[in-house]
């Protein structure tokens, strides 16, 4: 079946460090990979996605690339703020049915002091 | 544009209570629509999701039963609480025939906690 397996963390970095949090995946097929966000006491945002092999996404100063020959989706951004303390999950969509289910990471608490 | 909505945002109910969470969608129609619980602030287990009115999946055997009464409300319900039932409580929604390829969107979450 399909697997996600991410950086168990908890991550804890200074500002303006780099962030790097490792995700790796087991799925059939081709499947759709996304990094969501959770802020405490919040619900799941969205913060990219990649459809297909060697597509990047990016948003908010993070990237991630999807790595069909090392079935990779790793998280990075360059230099990390305060406010990205939050926690992080990769996440993978694949299966062959129309209701779109997700396979979810266990997800990477992450922490920046300042 | 899409919002999703969730209330209570918080919900303190005694063992053997019922149980009822509601999710709103609003600015798209026939959505895919998912419930999950996650524990402790970290995993997601799905527990039921719904491709339209009275279509009822249910991941895993559990305590807790979804309906879909209209398009864009999703209800979760329970006839009597267990400790077991804490947690965080969050509705999502896909475009509906987006398979796998399109992304789901939460809503704000319901904080349940039994006593």
């Known amino acids: 079946g399909n697997s996600v397996t991410q950086m168990e963390g908890p991550v804890t970095l200074s500002e303006e460090a780099f962030l790097t949090i490792n995700c790796t995946y087991t799925?059939?097929?081709?499947?759709?990979l996304f990094w969501y966000v959770q802020y405490p006491g919040e619900g799941l945002q969205l913060l990219l996605k990649?459809?297909?092999?060697?597509d990047k996404g990016s948003n908010k100063g993070f990237e991630a690339t999807y790595r069909k020959e090392t079935t990779s989706f790793h998280l990075e951004k360059g230099s990390v703020q305060v406010s990205d303390s939050a926690v992080y999950f990769c996440?993978?969509?694949?299966?062959?049915?129309?209701?779109?289910?997700?396979?979810f990471g266990q997800g990477t608490i992450l922490t920046v002091h300042p | 544009s899409q919002t999703i909505h969730q209330w209570p945002a918080t919900l303190v109910q005694p063992v053997g209570s019922p149980l009822s969470l509601e999710c709103t969608v609003e600015?798209?129609?026939?959505?895919?629509l998912y419930w999950y619980r996650q524990a402790a602030g970290r995993g997601l287990q799905l527990l039921f999701y719904?491709?339209?009115?009275?279509?009822i999946s249910s991941e895993v055997p559990q305590n807790l039963s979804a309906s879909r009464p209209q398009d864009r409300q999703f209800i979760l319900s329970s006839k009597k609480l267990l400790l077991s039932d804490s947690g965080f409580y969050l509705c999502?929604?896909?475009?509906?025939?987006?398979?796998?390829?399109?992304?789901?969107?939460f809503g704000p979450g319901t904080r349940l906690t039994v006593l």
């Open positions: 999502a929604w896909s475009a509906l025939g987006s398979g796998f390829y399109n992304e789901q969107f």
């Open positions: 799925a059939t097929g081709y499947p759709s």
């Open positions: 990649a459809t297909k092999a060697d």
């Open positions: 996440v993978l969509g694949a299966g062959g049915t129309s209701y779109g289910k997700l396979t």
């Open positions: 600015g798209t129609s026939n959505p895919n």
């Open positions: 719904s491709v339209g009115i009275g279509q």
